[in-house]
């Protein structure tokens, strides 16, 4: 069965440095998303995309945030100058198709990249 | 108001237990809705979609009620495999079908 993967599975980093987190989505998907998870809270929305572009993003996702589909199979979360609090579990997700008016495309998550930053 | 409230929990139910869970939502304009499962430190995965007319998938069945903004999740024959977080997902369908929101999730221990 085909699966969203996400590399790595925990990443450390110091505050103030960049990380990128990546995502290997499922093949035939073209909608892709990005959430988070801080530990003990929901799943917030980041950002989706869609034909190399950002279709929709939410008030965590600001400048500090950028996301890139650098080849034909990758899809990355870019974090410049991590905080503390951006320590949390990030989940990559993708779908067939975006949904239309009354229609939801089911999301795939993958396991998630547990980022720590010290 | 939260845009979707759960209860936390836990419900801790003894197997073949039936248990029921609510989410309220805020938007009125609140298009579809979900329930998603959540094993611990594991990611989401679909459960079920949740229909205006109800819909039931073996021991799961979900409810809408528009009028009152809820959404309910019964689990009949609760297993020890059941034993997850539930998390109530809300699409308002602004700006795009993409963008969900979730829940804080019902935490559910089925005991033996």
């Known amino acids: 069965e085909p699966e969203v993967t996400q590399t790595p599975s925990h990443q450390v980093t110091q505050m103030g440095q960049e990380v990128i987190l990546r995502c290997v989505p499922i093949?035939?998907?073209?909608?892709f998303y990005w959430y988070r998870q801080i530990l003990g809270q929901k799943v917030e929305f980041l950002v989706s995309?869609?034909?190399?572009?950002?279709?929709?993003k939410s008030e965590i996702f600001d400048d500090q945030f950028s996301v890139e589909r650098p080849d034909g199979s990758n899809f990355t979360l870019k974090i410049r100058s991590t905080k503390l609090e951006d320590s949390a579990m990030y989940f990559c997700?993708?779908?067939?198709?975006?949904?239309?008016?009354?229609?939801?495309?089911?999301?795939?998550f993958g396991p998630g990249t547990r980022l720590t930053v010290l | 108001r939260k845009e979707v409230e759960q209860d936390p929990g836990p419900f801790n139910v003894p197997e073949g237990a039936t248990v029921a869970f609510n989410c309220t939502y805020s938007?009125?304009?609140?298009?579809?809705f979900f329930w998603y499962r959540q094993d611990c430190r594991k990611e989401p995965k679909l459960l079920m979609s949740?229909?205006?007319s109800g819909n039931e998938d073996g021991r799961f069945t979900a409810q809408l009620n528009r009028a009152s903004q809820y959404i309910s999740l019964l689990i009949r024959d609760s297993k020890l495999s059941d034993s997850a977080t539930y998390l109530c997902?809300?699409?308002?369908?602004?700006?795009?079908?993409?963008?969900?929101?979730f829940g804080t999730g019902t935490k559910l221990q089925v005991i033996p």
């Open positions: 093949s035939n998907h073209l909608y």
């Open positions: 997902v809300v699409n308002d369908g602004s700006g795009g079908y993409q963008k969900v929101t």
């Open positions: 995309f869609y034909n190399n572009e950002i279709s929709e």
């Open positions: 938007n009125s304009a609140s298009q579809s």
């Open positions: 949740v229909y205006s």
């Open positions: 997700a993708s779908s067939e198709a975006g949904g239309t008016r009354g229609f939801y495309n089911e999301q795939f």
